[in-house]
């Protein structure tokens, strides 16, 4: 069963998101939410293995290899926002907008702190960055996961099922950590009410009608 995410685990996942788009811009890796789904879901078993938790989205088994819904709305929601570009167009890479390198800057000190988790999207940003997006699908899908007892390539698990969660607080060593103040003043750079505007930005996906919402600038 997936398992819930805070606010704060949220907005964290936002922020790493941001700092996994920058990473591409500079390597030409991550074209359209194909590549981003599975950079996110490589950066999230890179950092379950190493007892760490950063991304905290819950992936399952869909058509296209591991999917999470959350992470789905996400994407939709920075674009809508006008923190990124590319996340329809698998021709060309994904890249933050003024507006989204302004707010990465201004978060770079929580960034630095936070090394321990973003070298992970690191690690995988230069593993996987000049594999082309039916070949990283491929190497996801012959991944070997547990399921029901046993080993199996992730092609051959059902379809709908959950392959991964958030990681326990019992299992994390390593956590997003900022104090409250850097928390909110996050927030209010990416948008005050943005938990309605993730919610309207999938509906709007799920429709085929995305809508520009007027956000508050920095």
Not at 18 to 38: A, N, P, Q, V
Request: a negative charge; one cysteine or more; proline letters at 3%.
């Amino acid at each position: 069963m997936p398992i819930g995410r805070s606010e704060r685990e949220e907005l964290g996942d936002i922020l790493l998101m941001m700092y996994t788009i920058r990473l591409s811009e500079g390597k030409k890796c991550i074209f359209g939410r194909t590549d981003f789904m599975k950079h996110i879901f490589l950066s999230q078993v890179k950092m379950h293995t190493n007892s760490t938790r950063g991304f905290t989205f819950t992936f399952k088994r869909h058509n296209n290899g591991p999917y999470a819904k959350d992470a789905h709305d996400l994407m939709y929601f920075l674009e809508e926002a006008g923190i990124c570009t590319g996340i329809e167009d698998e021709e060309h890479i994904v890249r933050l907008t003024d507006r989204g390198r302004t707010i990465l800057r201004e978060m770079e000190g929580q960034l630095k702190e936070n090394r321990t988790i973003t070298s992970y999207i690191r690690q995988i940003m230069i593993k996987y960055c000049f594999v082309k997006t039916q070949d990283l699908l491929d190497i996801v899908y012959a991944m070997m996961w547990p399921y029901r007892g046993g080993m199996v390539p992730i092609s051959d698990i059902p379809k709908g099922t959950v392959l991964m969660n958030k990681l326990p607080d019992s299992s994390a060593e390593t956590t997003l950590a900022m104090d409250d103040d850097w928390w909110a003043t996050f927030e209010s750079f990416v948008d005050v009410e943005y938990a309605d505007k993730i919610e309207r930005a999938h509906i709007g996906a799920r429709e085929g009608r995305l809508r520009k919402f007027e956000l508050t600038t920095i």
